[in-house]
């Protein structure tokens, strides 16, 4: 476990974060991001990924405690013995998506997400997707409200609720699923090996018009998406009685 003394506290705008982080930085001082040896994020899952985001320069471990709602990704919130919990995190690395965007205008757009990337169709229209491995079309026509392409780590937010699976860390796998699939009705999605590179191209973009969105970045009226693995290592830290590992089995095992 690296250096846990200096600590950049991060919180959502929300009453319960802010009280604790105005308790946290009393008890522990304020430290800049650039400084930090650690960041603790106060929020749930969507304050923890932008604070990832923030942290890519230098890649400096994060250990969330929850002060939103589901907070999966997020340790319980404790504002005593922080330093001891620190120094007796489990890391966990993860490794994001990258997003790179081809518009209807010609325009090229680059953005990351650590949950998923997604392709969701913008009007009363299903959208028309053809889906590439690795440059072989292996679905010449998905008709859907869209698809996502999911981290292991991001398996057991949208993915899931999409009927998609939940993928073990370390299985070196990505989660292909479509969004309320019409034809071919039948089709779940696909298991992918990390390395692989999808390319999603839209069919009909002018009048079936879909956005792709990287966790919160939303590009609208793409034309067409490809997805890779980012070799970018991020670390997120949990309390070793309530691994992120225990959580993503014990996940597949509730009714």
Not at 19 to 41: C, S, W
Not at 219 to 227: F, G, I, K, M, P
Request: aromatic content about 4%.
């Amino acid at each position: 476990m690296p250096k846990t003394d200096r600590i950049s506290f991060a919180a959502a705008d929300t009453p319960d974060a802010q009280a604790a982080l105005q308790e946290l930085e009393q008890r522990h001082g304020k430290t800049a991001l650039a400084d930090a040896d650690v960041v603790v994020a106060l929020g749930g899952d969507g304050l923890l990924l932008k604070v990832l985001r923030q942290t890519l320069p230098r890649r400096v471990p994060v250990f969330g405690m929850n002060r939103g709602s589901v907070g999966f990704l997020m340790n319980s919130f404790r504002s005593e013995g922080l330093p001891e919990r620190l120094a007796a995190a489990e890391p966990v690395e993860i490794h994001p998506l990258h997003m790179r965007v081809t518009t209807t205008t010609g325009e090229t757009k680059e953005a990351q997400a650590i949950n998923e990337v997604s392709l969701l169709r913008e009007t009363y229209q299903a959208a028309k997707l053809q889906i590439s491995i690795d440059d072989v079309v292996r679905m010449n026509e998905l008709i859907c409200d869209g698809a996502l392409v999911a981290t292991p780590a991001g398996s057991t937010a949208y993915n899931l609720s999409a009927h998609g699976p939940i993928i073990p860390l370390g299985a070196g796998i990505l989660a292909l699923t479509p969004i309320s699939a019409f034809r071919p009705r039948r089709w779940r999605g696909a298991l992918l090996p990390h390395t692989a590179r999808v390319r999603l191209r839209i069919l009909e973009a002018e009048k079936r018009p879909v956005s792709a969105v990287a966790d919160d970045t939303e590009v609208r009226d793409v034309l067409e998406v490809e997805v890779t693995e980012d070799p970018t290592t991020l670390t997120l830290l949990f309390d070793p009685d309530d691994s992120l590992r225990e959580r993503i089995l014990k996940e597949q095992f509730t009714p």
